[in-house]
T-cell receptor, first 115, second 111 residues
Framework: GAVVSQHPSRVICKSGTSVKIECRSLDFQATTMFWYRQFPKQSLMLMATSNEGSKATYEQGVEKDKFLINHASLTLSTLTVTSAHPEDSSFYIC???????????FGPGTRLLVL | QKEVEQDPGPLSVPEGAIVSLNCTYSNSAFQYFMWYRQYSRKGPELLMYTYSSGNKEDGRFTAQVDKSSKYISLFIRDSQPSDSATYLCASQTGTASKLTFGTGTRLQVTL
């Protein structure tokens, strides 16, 4: 089946630092990747959609300068949380859509804690 | 009104029971329908996806879509304690488009 990995699985950082999260599609090429945020006991909230080789499309209310997304290849997208603050602490999950685009496969998630 | 409505539960069933999970949706443009299972502190795992109306079966899982009534169902046969998780229905209008999720139903399968 389609496998999506994320790295790191957990990260703790100090307020004001930047954190990069990687999302990789391991056995398929992902033309489109998505980044979500999830708070405890809530459903997933889409942050942005990224297509390989082009700029990401951000959802309303998501700061593009705060959450930098790069989709440089068909198997890798990165999310960088810049100048992280405690309110950015959350569970960040990526997903990848294959070339057919009929569905999305999710990564295991990255738990970010900003102190 | 949310585009995809799902009863949040919790739903508690004994081991071996047949579980029925349901969603309704309002957007007629939805073409693809998925069910995900999410364990606590993990990413969602794709269980089933279907295109348009119809049934799809995979092992103990059966997904049904009725576009005429805008109703999505997932049936789990011979439920196991390991099935205890949150189940999310999701829909998308076209290929590689963003998903619209239900709120998720928390399922507890007891011994």
């Amino acid at each position: 089946g389609a496998v999506v990995s994320q790295h790191p699985s957990r990260v703790i950082c100090k307020s004001g630092t930047s954190v990069k999260i990687e999302c990789r599609s391991l056995d398929f090429q992902a033309t489109t990747m998505f980044w979500y945020r999830q708070f405890p006991k809530q459903s997933l909230m889409l942050m942005a959609t990224s297509n390989e080789g082009s700029k990401a499309t951000y959802e309303q209310g998501v700061e593009k300068d705060k959450f930098l997304i790069n989709h440089a290849s068909l198997t890798l997208s990165t999310l960088t949380v810049t100048s992280a603050h405690p309110e950015d602490s959350s569970f960040y999950i990526c997903s990848a859509s294959n070339r057919v685009g009929e569905t999305q496969y999710f990564g295991p998630g990255t738990r970010l804690l900003v102190l | 009104q949310k585009e995809v409505e799902q009863d949040p539960g919790p739903l508690s069933v004994p081991e071996g029971a047949i579980v029925s999970l349901n969603c309704t949706y309002s957007n007629s443009a939805f073409q693809y329908f998925m069910w995900y299972r999410q364990y606590s502190r993990k990413g969602p795992e794709l269980l089933m996806y279907t295109y348009s109306s119809g049934n799809k079966e995979d092992g103990r899982f059966t997904a049904q879509v009725d576009k005429s009534s805008k109703y999505i169902s997932l049936f789990i046969r011979d439920s196991q304690p390991s099935d205890s998780a949150t189940y999310l229905c999701a829909s998308q209008t076209g290929t590689a488009s963003k998903l619209t999720f239900g709120t998720g139903t928390r399922l507890q399968v007891t011994l």
